[in-house]
């Protein structure tokens, strides 16, 4: 059975902390890894990744996929209120439906 | 370009009751999918359609069922609401525009409350 695990399920910080939100996955037919933002509505979108090794970065936010080890992080450098959220990660498990498979999700609360 | 919109926001239903919920995208995307969100849960896969005329179940589709006759629209239908669909339901799409997997762009959601 297609598995993805997020760590932790919550966190708490303060303003300008640094966090690391895991993600590791065992899905048959690996294509790719996503990382959405989900606010009280409808996720968004931040990362889609497909490679290893490669960093994707979009202003203070960076994920990287480590294909050999099943795993993603996604870092976010002086964090802000605006941040809070709920972070989930998805794999894209193959056989050409382009199915998703979520994890729980990381609750990130940011304090002032 | 209104992405995904979905109707209605909000309902309560009584046990055994049935209703439709609406889903329509403006993007020309090809694949659809219908999600349900649990408290503290992820999204998980209700149903999927690759195309106009095709629906595929997903992780959990019992109690559920759903059609595509345009590409534009994929409404779920609930035929005998049970306390257990008591959820958030968010539809998705996306394309494989090129031969790759974009990313799915996500409704606002529709909160279901079954009483």
């Known amino acids: 059975e297609d598995k993805v695990v997020q760590s932790p399920l919550s966190l708490v910080v303060h303003e300008g902390d640094t966090v690391t939100l895991n993600c590791s996955y065992e899905?048959?037919?690996?294509?790719?890894l996503l990382w959405y933002k989900q606010e009280k509505k409808a996720p968004t979108f931040l990362f889609m990744l497909t490679s290893s090794g490669i960093e994707k970065k979009s202003g203070r936010l960076s994920s990287i996929l480590d294909k050999k080890e099943l795993f993603s992080i996604l870092n976010i450098t002086a964090t802000q209120t605006g941040d809070s959220a709920v972070y989930l990660c998805a794999v894209e498990a193959g056989g050409g439906s382009e199915k998703l498979v979520f994890g729980k999700g990381t609750k990130l609360t940011v304090n002032p | 370009n209104a992405g995904v919109t979905q109707t209605p926001k909000f309902r309560i239903l009584k046990i055994g009751q049935s209703m439709t919920l609406q889903c329509t995208q403006d993007?020309?995307?090809?694949?659809m999918y219908w999600y349900r969100q649990d408290p503290g849960m992820g999204l998980k896969l209700i149903y999927y359609s690759v195309g106009a005329g095709i629906t595929d179940k997903g992780e959990v589709p019992n109690g559920y069922n759903v059609s595509r006759s345009t590409t534009e629209d994929f409404p779920l239908r609930l035929e005998l609401a049970a306390p257990s669909q008591t959820s958030v339901y968010f539809c998705?799409?996306?394309?494989?525009?090129?031969?790759?997997?974009?990313?799915?762009?996500f409704g606002p959601g529709t909160r279901l409350t079954v009483l």
């Open positions: 998705a799409s996306s394309s494989t525009e090129g031969g790759s997997y974009n990313e799915q762009f």
């Open positions: 899905v048959t037919n690996f294509r790719s």
């Open positions: 993007m020309n995307h090809n694949y």
